[in-house]
């Protein structure tokens, strides 16, 4: 009976193992084929029948596409985008985030409530009106314009969040903290943000990658080159007739790379900020 | 005496209010100026006839929307944006669930296929979607050399014709959304008591029915939030049709936040563009009170 039950358990797991290759090989065959194209040739990569693996590994497309493509341009704007949806994120959602959780006002429900549905909605949706304000207000073509965008469309979310780690923070400290004679912004800033620090690095991270992942402002407010972020500089090659796929694909790696490290530092937490108090962290 | 404390409370209430308003200020104006008020003004500019650079020129009223609602083109491509989400969704919570529970078992190296399962999502989506476009080129790309290998004589152009176009985005489109839903689900059976599979094991139950009267009623209010969510996700999957087939080949690929897109900067008719944002809009904010209602719901228990 009892070999029996170990019996059908080992079949089982093969089983499973089994079945998860298979779902791993279909789930990771694009970023199996940017791994072994990136290290082929110009030559290998347009041959017919296509290779699977390079005949000559090369690390050689990194330097070629480093001097042929302005990469450390995109490189910087893509981090300028980020780090500047961080920055104007974070000041605006820190407070915002402490007020809905800590203190208690008329209309608090309600604009909890206008926060999680404006998380819902598309950029397409205003992108058109945003187009005529930032040409409005002069900010076409800069930086600016895709940052706050991109901090319109994370600030809901990170408020949500920020206001599930403010909860859970007991009420005892901050007391204790305003008893000792902390004004409560004084409180909020030595007290409340140092405890909530792990919760507050997610919402930074959430926000970088936003930042970093934007495609859409980019493509509709910036206009020249020089000011393109990976995505859009990599988009735009792949327009081009004569791309350079080998290259194109080295590229790519290297723009990946830095948010696929940073997800997964987060990925609990936002699987359990998205699915509501159902799933724990 | 009782009227200076409760005078002294309501004090420290309205303070506290006040305190709240003004730390609240720079999010609630950011939200007022770029995304309440363009919303307005979005519908503002459907109800005028635009020139080539977005000005107002005269006012039109609703005629866009009548014409519009008349035009067949409007429902082909709001019709494709049902279909594209139903199937969507429908694939990626098959997706999602067979993972999830594939994960839930035991086995060595469990954490590291966890991981790998993550990628697609953890990854520049834009970025990703340009891999697949190598992925599935026609002469070079691994797909078609696979499909020529296993006897596939003459496989498609991808994105070359209308219906594999389609399917391609709509693959593209799963691929990138089923992550979520496995992990999501994986969560929600990872909290299920193990006591109550003791239970069923003891009353005899097989497998498939431990998985039918135990693991889906236990994920049964997640899975609810779970397919909500992907639903607006998927009908807002914008990256994946513009990146892959700009909509194309002759617009067969459209879906509705495409179109609007193309309407607007590829096509450069404002109005039309703007109408199309308030569908949108109209749809989205259906579905997301839904998903409020039932969040909140959640977060209070």
Redesign the interface.
């Known amino acids: 009976m009892d070999l029996t039950k170990k019996n059908r358990i080992r079949i089982?797991?093969s089983f499973?193992?089994l079945?998860?290759m298979a779902?791993?090989l279909l789930?990771?065959?694009?970023?199996f084929?940017?791994l072994v194209?990136m290290l082929k040739t110009s030559k290998e990569?347009?041959?017919?029948?296509?290779y699977?693996l390079p005949k000559h590994p090369t690390l050689k497309n990194f330097s070629l596409v480093w001097n042929t493509f302005p990469l450390a341009a995109f490189f910087r704007n893509s981090l300028i985008i980020a780090l500047g949806t961080v920055a104007l994120n974070t000041?605006?959602?820190v407070?915002?985030g402490?007020?809905?959780a800590r203190?208690?006002?008329?209309g608090?429900k309600f604009?909890?409530?206008?926060?999680?549905?404006?998380?819902?909605?598309?950029?397409?949706?205003?992108?058109?009106?945003?187009?005529?304000?930032i040409i409005k207000i002069h900010l076409i073509d800069t930086y600016l314009s895709v940052i706050?965008?991109n901090?319109?469309f994370t600030?809901?979310f990170v408020?949500w969040m920020l206001n599930g780690y403010f909860s859970g923070i007991p009420k005892g400290i901050e007391d204790a903290a305003r008893i000792d004679g902390c004004s409560?912004v004084g409180a909020l800033l030595r007290v409340i943000l140092p405890i909530a620090a792990p919760g507050l690095v997610t919402t930074i991270i959430y926000t970088f990658i936003y930042g970093?992942?934007d495609?859409?402002f980019s493509?509709?407010f910036l206009q020249t080159g020089n000011k393109y972020p990976?995505?859009m500089g990599?988009?735009q090659f792949?327009g081009r007739f004569a791309i350079q796929?080998e290259q194109?694909?080295a590229a790519?790696f290297l723009?990946?790379l830095p948010?696929?490290i940073l997800?997964?530092l987060v990925?609990?937490q936002l699987?359990?900020g998205?699915?509501?108090?159902?799933?724990?962290e | 005496m009782s009227d200076t404390t409760l005078t002294l409370r309501n004090r420290k209430?309205k303070g506290?209010?006040a305190?709240?308003?003004a730390?609240?200020a720079?999010?609630?104006l950011?939200?007022l100026?770029?995304?309440v008020?363009?919303?307005f003004?979005?519908f503002v500019?459907s109800l005028f006839k635009t020139n080539k650079l977005?000005k107002i020129q005269s006012f039109d009223g609703f005629k866009i929307y009548a014409e519009l609602l008349s035009s067949k083109d409007t429902w082909i491509v709001i019709g494709r944006s049902m279909l594209w989400t139903v199937l969507g969704v429908t694939t990626k919570t098959i997706?999602g669930l067979?993972?999830a529970l594939?994960?839930n078992?035991k086995?060595v190296?469990r954490k590291i296929?966890r991981?790998?399962?993550?990628?697609?999502?953890?990854?520049?989506?834009?970025?990703?979607v340009?891999?697949?476009?190598?992925?599935v080129?026609s002469?070079?790309?691994?797909?078609n050399?696979t499909l020529?290998l296993i006897g596939v004589m003459n496989p498609p152009v991808w994105l070359g014709q209308a219906g594999t176009a389609f399917l391609s985005c709509m693959w593209v489109d799963i691929?990138l959304g089923?992550?979520?839903m496995a992990?999501?689900f994986l969560?929600?059976m990872q909290?299920v008591p193990q006591t109550l599979y003791e239970a069923a094991e003891i009353d005899g139950a097989s497998r498939s029915q431990k998985f039918k009267y135990v693991t889906l009623p236990g994920i049964a209010?997640?899975l609810l939030?779970?397919t909500l969510?992907s639903s607006?996700w998927t009908?807002?999957d914008?990256?994946t049709v513009?990146?892959l087939t700009k909509g194309g080949p002759a617009g067969s690929t459209n879906i509705l936040?495409t179109y609007?897109?193309m309407n607007?900067?590829e096509w450069l008719k404002?109005q039309k563009?703007?109408a199309l944002?308030i569908f949108?809009?109209l749809i989205?904010?259906t579905?997301?009170?839904l998903?409020?209602r039932?969040?909140?719901k959640?977060?209070e228990?």
């Not at chain 2, 002469?139 to 797909?143: I, K, S, W």
């Open positions: 089982t797991n499973v193992i079945l998860t779902l791993l789930m990771l065959f694009p970023f084929v940017m194209s990569i347009y041959h017919i029948p296509p699977w000041f605006i959602s407070p915002a402490y007020a809905v203190l208690h006002f008329p608090k604009i909890l409530f206008a926060f999680l549905i404006t998380q819902m909605f598309s950029p397409v949706v205003v992108v058109i009106s945003l187009f005529k304000i706050i965008a901090a319109v600030t809901p408020i409560r970093w992942n495609f859409i493509l509709s990976l995505t990599l988009y792949v796929w194109l694909l790519a723009a990946i948010v696929l997800f997964f990925e609990k699987v359990s998205l699915a509501g108090g159902a799933v724990k | 209430i506290e209010a305190l709240a308003y730390l609240l720079p999010a609630v950011l939200m100026i770029f995304m008020y363009p919303i003004y979005v500019i977005a997706f067979i993972i594939s994960l078992v086995y190296g296929s991981l790998l399962f993550i990628v697609p999502w953890a990854s520049s989506i834009p970025i990703s340009m891999l697949w476009q190598w992925v080129h002469e070079f790309g691994l797909l050399h020529r691929w089923i992550p979520f992990l999501v969560a929600a909290a209010a997640i939030v779970a969510l607006l009908f807002n914008f990256n513009y990146i936040i609007v897109y607007s900067f404002w563009a703007s944002s949108t809009f989205l904010s579905v997301s009170v998903y409020a039932i969040y909140f959640r977060e228990m």
